[in-house]
């Protein structure tokens, strides 16, 4: 696209060929006739040899045109021609500026039309000719192709080829566009094409830089957008043109595709698309969040998408991890929106772009899905979902074991893991690390037969990096229905007494009063005394295998039998007793 400026050299008009000359400027009508008895003409006589299928303007009187022609006697000889200097006739037609004959020739002629004129003596030079090139009483014969024409009370002319079903916004003065065009002249004569340079045309509305007709033919097109845009002269490069491209007093056609709109006073836009409901918390500066999101310049090209990727994209909100725009776009957004967020270049990646994706000045749009976010500061929420109707006087506590049931999934919706699955419930001895944190923390103080939903932040659940099947950072859903509870053993115990152990432990342990307690009487005698509850083991493990543990713990040389010296009772061991526990 040319500048509406001065350009660097202009065309020079060659001086006209005596009177002849002025005769190859015109635009006319009229129907050309001999006389019935074949005399002299009494009329112009018009050929039309040429028709164009399109012909949305026929020459009037006082319009200017530009044409080229062939001037010859009646035996073919040539007196003049345009062709031969180059240069195009450009003129008012119907003003007396050119013979008759031709004047009336050119009337209703269309653009890229071609006419054989046959201009009878006396509606051309008459008696008199033109010294030295045209005799007295000369019959002339012109062929003339119009290529231009145009009148002072036109006005650019807008033909709205493709518009787009959504229509953000549309241009207005001082916006900044990014276009592509085809430039040619009235007769299709290409002369600028932004395609052929692989860059849109670049610019502001209203402020100069543009010719006025473009100017004005630019308002109210919406991204998109396909124009075709003609211009007449005085609103172009008018009467000097434009190096060798444009001659003067040419009118030019744009079919212009609107490719993105911006105004630098432009903030970032949002379209809420899809907004869940019970959106009880919305993302600030600070948090962290995970969105998918296709990224696309406003004429719809596609630049970039976290789908492609098959993961989200993962940052802080409001920290300048990202664009400007996307930090503003995002914030206020709940979990599970769906979100359209524009983004002026000035908050994107101004004018120079990024990569070979992102132009320079592009307006950027987002759709973007947020999955979940959480700050760093989050404790785990919870929510009762319903609770027994009988009173609960104990509740979960560090070191109970428990069983539970469990639905686990993202706030998006998508199921990870549930002990429905498996078909028995899980368990776990709270306080044991047994769970992730924010899980053991959402199971204490629950009531058999209460279930609740808990919301765990990634930090109490598997933090950056996830887990097999768990994406990183991830914020995790879970759904609790506690089964059972028992009261656990304190830390490092496997077996604990009621009451005080028995004075003779030794002597009742060894049953057949050898001297020595094998695994089988360790085995039976503290089944018997959790069968006579005086005693408990260690809850969540198989009992054989507790005991197993408890009987090496106790024969400290190994040899598979306890003796008096071996057995000791845990609180000999440690300074501060629970219950006196093998």
């Known amino acids: 696209m040319f500048s509406a400026g001065p350009p660097s050299y202009t065309l020079l008009r060659l001086p006209l060929l005596?009177?002849?000359?002025l005769l190859v400027q015109a635009v006319g009508r009229g129907l050309g006739r001999a006389s019935p008895a074949g005399g002299p003409l009494e009329d112009v006589v018009i050929e039309r040899y040429h028709i164009p299928r399109a012909c949305p303007r026929e020459v009037q009187m006082g319009d200017f045109v530009r044409y080229h022609y062939n001037g010859t006697f009646e035996d073919g000889k040539k007196f003049d021609s345009s062709y031969d200097r180059s240069t195009l006739v450009a003129i008012v037609v119907g003003v007396g500026r050119l013979i008759t004959g031709m004047d009336r020739g050119l009337m209703g002629m269309c653009v890229n039309e071609r006419r054989r004129l046959i201009v009878p003596p006396h509606l051309g030079y008459g008696s008199i000719g033109v010294a030295g090139l045209i005799p007295p009483d000369a019959t002339l014969y012109f062929d003339v192709v119009?290529?231009?024409?145009?009148?002072k009370a036109d006005t650019v002319q807008v033909s709205i080829l493709l518009r787009p079903p959504h229509c953000p916004r549309m241009v207005q003065d001082s916006d900044f566009v990014r276009y592509h065009y085809n430039g040619t002249l009235l007769?299709?004569?290409?002369?600028?094409t932004s395609y052929?340079?692989?860059g849109t045309y670049d610019t502001y509305i209203g402020s100069g830089?543009?010719?006025?007709?473009?100017?004005?033919?630019?308002?109210?097109m919406c991204p998109g957008e396909r124009r075709k845009i003609i211009i007449p002269p005085f609103l172009a490069y008018g009467e000097k043109g434009y190096g060798t491209v444009i001659p003067p007093q040419a009118s030019l056609v744009f079919h212009v595709l609107l490719v993105d709109i911006h105004n630098p006073k432009d903030t970032?836009?949002?379209v809420t698309l899809e907004l869940p409901p019970g959106c009880v918390r919305r993302a600030v500066a600070g948090d962290f969040m995970r969105y998918h999101y296709n990224g696309s310049l406003m004429d719809g090209t596609l630049f970039d998408s976290s789908y492609s990727r098959n993961q989200t994209y993962n940052t802080y909100v409001g920290q300048g991890y990202i664009i400007p725009g996307m930090d503003q776009g995002l914030q206020g957004a709940c979990v599970g929106e769906r979100r359209r967020i524009t983004i002026p270049p000035h908050l994107a990646y101004g004018e120079n772009g990024t990569g070979d994706k992102i132009p320079g000045s592009a307006v950027l749009i987002f759709n973007v899905h947020v999955i979940d976010f959480h700050n760093p500061a989050d404790p785990v929420e919870i929510k009762t979902l319903s609770r027994p109707s009988e009173s609960c006087n104990e509740t979960a506590k560090p070191g109970d074991f428990i069983r539970y049931h469990y639905n686990?999934?993202?706030?998006?919706?998508?199921?990870?893991?549930s002990s429905h699955d498996y078909g028995a419930p899980q368990e776990a001895t709270l306080g044991a690390n047994k769970v992730i944190q924010g899980l053991d923390i959402g199971?204490?103080?629950m009531c058999v037969g209460e279930r609740r939903q808990l919301i765990v932040p990634p930090h109490l659940a598997h933090g950056e990096s996830g887990a097999r099947g768990v994406p990183g950072s991830a914020v995790l859903l879970f759904e609790v229905e506690l089964v059972s509870r028992e009261d656990g053993l304190p830390t490092g115990y496997l077996f604990v007494w009621h009451e005080d152990p028995p004075a003779s432990l030794f002597e009742d342990m060894d049953l057949n009063k050898d001297g020595e307690v094998p695994l089988e009487e360790f085995s039976t005698f503290i089944k018997a005394q959790v069968n006579e509850g005086k005693g408990r083991l260690m809850p969540g493990q198989e009992p054989e295998k507790t005991i197993g543990d408890m009987f090496q713990n106790q024969d400290r040389n190994q040899d598979g039998k306890i003796t008096l010296e071996e057995l000791k009772l845990k609180s000999d061991e440690d300074q501060e007793p629970v219950h006196e526990e093998l």
């Open 18 to 21: 005596q009177l002849l000359l």
């Open 146 to 151: 119009l290529l231009d024409v145009w009148n």
């Open 187 to 192: 007769d299709g004569t290409s002369f600028d």
């Open 196 to 198: 052929s340079r692989g």
């Open 209 to 220: 830089w543009l010719i006025k007709g473009m100017d004005q033919g630019l308002l109210g």
């Open 268 to 270: 970032v836009q949002l």
């Open 408 to 417: 686990c999934s993202l706030l998006d919706g998508t199921q990870l893991f």
């Open 443 to 445: 199971l204490q103080g």
